[in-house]
Antibody
Framework: QVTLKESGPGILQPSQTLSLTCTFSGFSLSTYGMGVGWIRQPSGKGLEWLANIWWDDDKYYNPSLKNRLTISKDTSNNQAFLKITNVDTADTATYYC????????????WGQGVMVTVSS | DIQMTQSPASLSASLGETVSIECLASEGISNDLAWYQQKSGKSPQLLIYAASRLQDGVPSRFSGSGSGTRYSLKISGMQPEDEADYFCQQSYKYPLTFGSGTKLEIK
């Protein structure tokens, strides 16, 4: 049974760094072809892809966030991480992590999401 | 970036009605397209991948089709539990991009 769960700070101030953790079970990020992605969704709006990390530590980022993103993983503890530097109110959203298990950037299992608010 | 233009933005359907949602990609995406369903307050769920392949556990009333730049999701026989937002996503090229969503309601 595949599960993912996001955790984060809840609220932070503009200019701070947002650190998110995705803790998963039911698969391994050391398995060939597996990946984890991060996607966010402002309240009432659409989905925005942020970053992917793959079993071989290959990483891809959304260039619209202008080098503010860092994705990483801890394979032995079944976790993936996302950092977003210099946040502002536009980063307020629900953040999801999701498994890429079908090998073609399709997100087949999603976490429940964690709401992050950026406010002074 | 590949732009995904999704239509309609919203629609309402009667129970048992067949509905279609479309996504138009700004360039060819070689069937690298997924459809997701998102119920209110929940995370998205994968329905269709590779344009037409049904994800395990998804009811057969959902189907996907298309090629090149045009893709569609069809629900054959609207059910109450199908009331949700639907999003397409291209997986052909980074950055991955989503359509703006379709809100499907029961009439």
């Amino acid at each position: 049974q595949v599960t993912l769960k996001e955790s984060g700070p809840g609220i932070l101030q503009p200019s701070q760094t947002l650190s998110l953790t995705c803790t998963f079970s039911g698969f391994s990020l050391s398995t060939y072809g597996m990946g984890v992605g991060w996607i966010r969704q402002p309240s009432g709006k659409g989905l925005e892809w942020l970053a992917n990390i793959w079993w071989d530590d290959d990483k891809y980022y959304n260039p619209s966030l202008k080098n503010r993103l860092t994705i990483s993983k801890d394979t032995s503890n079944n976790q993936a991480f996302l950092k977003i530097t210099n946040v502002d109110t536009a980063d307020t959203a629900t953040y999801y992590c999701a498994r890429i298990g079908l090998g073609r950037n399709y997100f087949d299992y999603w976490g429940q999401g964690v709401m992050v608010t950026v406010s002074s | 970036d590949i732009q995904m233009t999704q239509s309609p933005a919203s629609l309402s359907a009667s129970l048992g009605e067949t509905v279609s949602i479309e996504c138009l990609a700004s360039e060819g995406i070689s069937n690298d397209l997924a459809w997701y369903q998102q119920k209110s307050g929940k995370s998205p769920q994968l329905l269709i991948y590779a344009a037409s392949r049904l994800q395990d556990g998804v009811p057969s009333r959902f189907s996907g089709s298309g090629s090149g730049t045009r893709y569609s999701l069809k629900i054959s026989g609207m059910q109450p539990e199908d009331e949700a937002d639907y999003f397409c996503q291209q997986s052909y090229k980074y950055p991955l991009t989503f359509g703006s969503g379709t809100k499907l309601e029961i009439k």
